[in-house]
């Protein structure tokens, strides 16, 4: 970095300490504020007149923006369903939205249909938002032409904008129709946002990432026991949650979200500032759902704080998250009792932006007449009465911002929030999806693989679970980029107890070192019994020696099998206990655990992830062992 640079970030670094001073001497304004308040004295005007002025200061003089009201027509079915066979609509949505969509092909499918003389079947299909744009792009080679979507409904428009910049417009047209919005919001749990007083006085996007940047902030305000903050964000190459909050990023460092271009993320000045946004940040996860599990995880054995202090999240995810509704993977949900603590949205006082749920007619050439014109009644039925009163029911606003009050009142929502932002267009989010690798966090990262014997299974007239985990690696390893330091590392228990091969490619720049990697992963051979306990204790700890602030710091381990050990080695309790210990203890490293074939042990892996504050992941059909293992990776 040029010394100009260094320079600006070491000063913006003074200014982020003389606004945290500012940040705690307006806690006190208002802690005793409300205490004046409350025995009668005029006080409260003071903090009135401060907040206006303060407001004022900031710039932000945006009129709240009033729109004509929609007005939402009644369903129109048939009096008698056509005939059969019924045309098949598959819909793919999002992981976020999946649950509205489902509702609303139930929705419409309770009803006769009849499309040029023909019944209509809606069948719903999700996958992740980054996935799925880059399928379309495509045109959905991997799906039988029977099974592909005609109708893709992601959580936002940004998606379908990927997928025709990525040379999709052949099936991916412009238009699209949005059927529900959801605010993407910053999520804290209340007492976090109490104590900070953003429940009350909404922080600008710059506030936000000048506390994350702030390892002493929560200790400064009487919280040492919340650690440093963490905030939570999704890959933005997978989640919108995430493309928000590198959008708000990027518009924070050029000045004003308004003012992002495909110009201004292309600047070597803003993406330095960016790049030191997204140090705060402990990994990236491929959903909210994801951050939202942990941090339920965190409440009920402690709480929420030792997981998150704040996360960027779309509305009905906090929705979900305090009624009691988590999901692992994002595929199943468990409905449980609501949280103690609850999340608080809040909605930066600089504008957030809106997941708008665009409803897509795709134009692929397996979608037939029929196909076409039974897509577009259904996307006409999503934007009727009946269909807006699901997408209220689901938890969405509905096309004139409206909520069930049912859902508001759960989630904290705001009815009518001020400084709503459009999502960027098509140039910026080209532009944010291909600057990504250039200003995350850098990684620090070992693949630990299992060789015992059994991984020489076949899974395939041509594969064995070993050969079939190689070219996994190989295919993830595509992720990283120069400067993320990656190495690997084998485990099986030799004759007499010891721990073999161990490390076979040191941890190094891959930039460098990508040769000698693959070279290292392609000479791995089965052996031995399984020392998983020993070997993640092992690598873990050294993993610990080098870390960072400013690498995610992680051990990916790939095991298909239990603990098996005829020398005995250390057991799962400690373990576990020394893993907590690396978490609590000022070097977290994140091990994130794949179960690899039926026979794995899952409840092992799961708790391995879970004392890290990491994710475990299912290959347990060991032929989806790529797709699972390039999920993983997005987490770097």
Same mark, same amino acid.
């Given at each position: 970095m040029s010394a100009p640079r260094r320079n600006a970030i070491e000063q913006r670094r003074k200014d982020r300490r003389v606004r945290r001073q500012r940040l705690l001497l307006w806690t006190s304004i208002v802690g005793i504020a409300i205490l004046v308040a409350a025995i009668g004295t005029v006080s409260?005007?003071?903090?009135?007149?401060?907040?206006?002025?303060?407001?004022?200061?900031?710039?932000?003089?945006?009129?709240p923006e009033t729109a004509e009201l929609v007005v939402f027509r009644g369903d129109d079915p048939a009096v008698a369903a056509g005939a059969g066979p019924c045309v098949a609509v598959p819909v793919l949505s999002s992981f976020e939205n999946a649950e509205m969509v489902e509702n609303l092909a139930a929705g419409y499918n309770a009803q006769p249909r009849d499309v040029n003389g023909l019944c209509v079947t809606v069948t719903p299909t999700k996958d992740k938002s980054g996935i799925a744009a880059e399928a379309a792009a495509a045109g959905f080679p991997d799906v039988a032409p029977d099974a592909r979507p005609t109708v893709w409904l992601p959580d936002a428009h940004t998606w379908v904008s990927l997928a025709q910049a990525n040379g999709g417009e052949a099936v991916v047209p412009a238009e699209s129709t949005s059927v529900a919005t959801s605010d993407i919001v910053l999520a804290m749990p209340e007492p976090l946002?109490?104590?900070?007083?953003?429940?009350?006085?909404?922080?600008?996007?710059?506030?936000?990432?000048?506390?994350?940047?702030?390892?002493?902030?929560?200790?400064?305000?009487?919280?040492?026991?919340?650690?440093?903050?963490? !905030?939570?964000?999704?890959?933005?190459?997978?989640?919108?949650?995430?493309? /928000? $909050?590198? %959008?708000?990023? *990027?518009?924070t460092a050029e000045g004003s979200l308004d003012a992002i271009t495909a110009a201004s993320v292309a600047d070597e000045s803003v993406k330095d500032i960016v790049r030191e946004h997204e140090l705060a940040t402990s990994h990236y996860m491929a959903t909210p759902e994801h951050f939202l599990w942990h941090a339920r995880q965190a409440e009920?054995?402690?709480?929420?704080?030792?997981?998150?202090?704040?996360?960027?999240?779309?509305?009905?995810?906090?929705?979900?998250?305090?009624?009691?509704?988590?999901?692992?993977?994002?595929?199943?949900?468990?409905?449980?009792?609501?949280?103690?603590?609850?999340?608080?949205?809040?909605?930066?006082?600089?504008?957030?932006?809106?997941?708008?749920?665009?409803?897509?007619? !795709?134009?692929?050439?397996?979608?037939?007449?029929?196909?076409?014109?039974? /897509? $577009?009644? %259904?996307?006409? *039925?999503?934007?009727?009465?009946?269909?807006?009163q699901i997408v209220r029911d689901s938890g969405y606003?509905?096309?004139?911002?409206?909520?069930?009050?049912?859902?508001?009142?759960?989630?904290?929502?705001?009815?009518?929030?001020?400084?709503?932002?459009?999502?960027?267009?098509?140039?910026?989010?080209?532009?944010?999806?291909?600057?990504?690798?250039?200003?995350?966090?850098?990684?620090?990262?070992?693949f630990l693989v299992d060789v015992s014997g059994s991984m020489d299974e076949p899974i395939s007239a041509t594969e064995t679970k070993l050969s079939a985990a190689k070219d996994a690696i190989a295919l993830a390893l595509d992720h990283f980029t120069d400067g993320d330091n990656v190495g690997l590392a084998a485990f099986a228990q030799a004759e007499g107890g010891a721990l073999v091969p161990g490390a076979v490619s040191p941890i190094a720049d891959i930039g460098t070192s990508r040769?000698?990697?693959?070279?290292?992963?392609?000479?791995?051979?089965?052996?031995?019994?399984?020392?998983?306990?020993?070997a993640v204790d092992t690598f873990a700890a050294q993993q610990a020696q080098s870390w960072s602030p400013e690498r995610i710091t992680a051990v990916v381990v790939l095991s298909d099998g239990e603990n098996d050990t005829p020398t005995a080695t250390i057991?799962?309790?400690?373990?576990?206990?020394?893993l907590g210990h690396l978490h609590h203890g000022g070097t977290p490293v994140l091990v994130f655990t794949l179960a690899y074939g039926a026979d794995a042990d899952v409840a092992t892996l799961q708790s391995i992830s879970s004392a890290t504050g990491a994710h475990y992941y299912d290959a347990t059909d060991p032929t989806k062992v790529k797709a699972v293992l390039g999920d993983l990776v997005t987490s770097f």
């Amino acid at each position: 970095m040029s010394a100009p640079r260094r320079n600006a970030i070491e000063q913006r670094r003074k200014d982020r300490r003389v606004r945290r001073q500012r940040l705690l001497l307006w806690t006190s304004i208002v802690g005793i504020a409300i205490l004046v308040a409350a025995i009668g004295t005029v006080s409260t005007m003071i903090v009135t007149s401060l907040v206006a002025s303060d407001s004022a200061e900031s710039g932000d003089t945006r009129a709240p923006e009033t729109a004509e009201l929609v007005v939402f027509r009644g369903d129109d079915p048939a009096v008698a369903a056509g005939a059969g066979p019924c045309v098949a609509v598959p819909v793919l949505s999002s992981f976020e939205n999946a649950e509205m969509v489902e509702n609303l092909a139930a929705g419409y499918n309770a009803q006769p249909r009849d499309v040029n003389g023909l019944c209509v079947t809606v069948t719903p299909t999700k996958d992740k938002s980054g996935i799925a744009a880059e399928a379309a792009a495509a045109g959905f080679p991997d799906v039988a032409p029977d099974a592909r979507p005609t109708v893709w409904l992601p959580d936002a428009h940004t998606w379908v904008s990927l997928a025709q910049a990525n040379g999709g417009e052949a099936v991916v047209p412009a238009e699209s129709t949005s059927v529900a919005t959801s605010d993407i919001v910053l999520a804290m749990p209340e007492p976090l946002a109490q104590a900070i007083g953003w429940d009350g006085e909404p922080p600008q996007w710059q506030d936000v990432f000048d506390a994350a940047g702030d390892a002493d902030l929560w200790s400064d305000l009487g919280h040492s026991e919340w650690g440093p903050f963490k !905030l939570g964000k999704t890959s933005p190459v997978v989640a919108t949650s995430g493309e /928000a $909050a590198m %959008f708000a990023s *990027f518009g924070t460092a050029e000045g004003s979200l308004d003012a992002i271009t495909a110009a201004s993320v292309a600047d070597e000045s803003v993406k330095d500032i960016v790049r030191e946004h997204e140090l705060a940040t402990s990994h990236y996860m491929a959903t909210p759902e994801h951050f939202l599990w942990h941090a339920r995880q965190a409440e009920q054995t402690g709480s929420a704080a030792d997981f998150l202090s704040a996360v960027i999240v779309d509305e009905k995810s906090v929705w979900d998250y305090n009624r009691g509704i988590t999901s692992r993977d994002g595929v199943t949900r468990t409905a449980g009792e609501p949280p103690v603590e609850k999340l608080v949205p809040i909605y930066p006082a600089d504008g957030f932006y809106a997941a708008d749920n665009p409803a897509v007619a !795709l134009t692929g050439d397996w979608v037939d007449e029929n196909e076409t014109a039974a /897509a $577009a009644d %259904f996307i006409r *039925f999503a934007g009727t009465a009946e269909g807006q009163q699901i997408v209220r029911d689901s938890g969405y606003r509905d096309l004139n911002g409206a909520l069930d009050p049912g859902v508001a009142s759960v989630a904290n929502l705001a009815d009518d929030p001020q400084g709503g932002l459009p999502l960027p267009g098509q140039d910026v989010v080209a532009a944010v999806n291909t600057a990504f690798p250039e200003v995350r966090k850098r990684a620090q990262v070992l693949f630990l693989v299992d060789v015992s014997g059994s991984m020489d299974e076949p899974i395939s007239a041509t594969e064995t679970k070993l050969s079939a985990a190689k070219d996994a690696i190989a295919l993830a390893l595509d992720h990283f980029t120069d400067g993320d330091n990656v190495g690997l590392a084998a485990f099986a228990q030799a004759e007499g107890g010891a721990l073999v091969p161990g490390a076979v490619s040191p941890i190094a720049d891959i930039g460098t070192s990508r040769d000698a990697f693959m070279g290292a992963l392609g000479g791995l051979q089965s052996m031995g019994d399984t020392p998983l306990y020993q070997a993640v204790d092992t690598f873990a700890a050294q993993q610990a020696q080098s870390w960072s602030p400013e690498r995610i710091t992680a051990v990916v381990v790939l095991s298909d099998g239990e603990n098996d050990t005829p020398t005995a080695t250390i057991g799962a309790e400690q373990t576990l206990e020394n893993l907590g210990h690396l978490h609590h203890g000022g070097t977290p490293v994140l091990v994130f655990t794949l179960a690899y074939g039926a026979d794995a042990d899952v409840a092992t892996l799961q708790s391995i992830s879970s004392a890290t504050g990491a994710h475990y992941y299912d290959a347990t059909d060991p032929t989806k062992v790529k797709a699972v293992l390039g999920d993983l990776v997005t987490s770097f």
